[in-house]
Nanobody, 118 residues
């Protein structure tokens, strides 16, 4: 059973920074694309960022230039560095391990709350 555990959320003022971490169980972490999603109150969950097994990245337009996704395969961990935070970034942030094929599954973490407010 794969487990994803997010950490690093909290309350931050507009313009501030936070770094989220997602620690994954399993011995083949490096093979999997990993992503971050978020869900604000009353809204659907939305894509934030993706990092491939090879280190390629992709971002939602709303966070480009402010957020950076990275991974440390030795630590089975993916990170989301969030800078220049805005109130509209307030959400529960979820880590996702993408499936590799039709017999695989997507896995999600439990989420970590990020609140941007003065």
């Amino acid at each position: 059973q794969v487990q994803l555990v997010e950490s690093g959320g909290g309350l931050v003022q507009p313009g501030g920074s936070l770094r989220l971490s997602c620690a994954a169980s399993g011995r083949t972490f490096s093979n999997y694309p990993m992503g971050w999603f978020r869900q604000a109150p009353g809204k659907e969950r939305e894509f934030v960022a993706l990092i491939t097994s090879g280190g390629g990245t992709n971002y939602a337009d709303s966070v480009k230039g402010r957020f950076t996704i990275s991974r440390d395969n030795a630590k089975n961990t993916v990170y989301l560095q969030m800078n220049s935070l805005k109130p509209e970034d307030t959400a529960v942030y979820y880590c996702k391990r993408y499936k590799l094929g039709p017999r695989d599954l997507d896995y999600w973490g439990q989420g970590t709350q990020v609140t941007v407010s003065s």
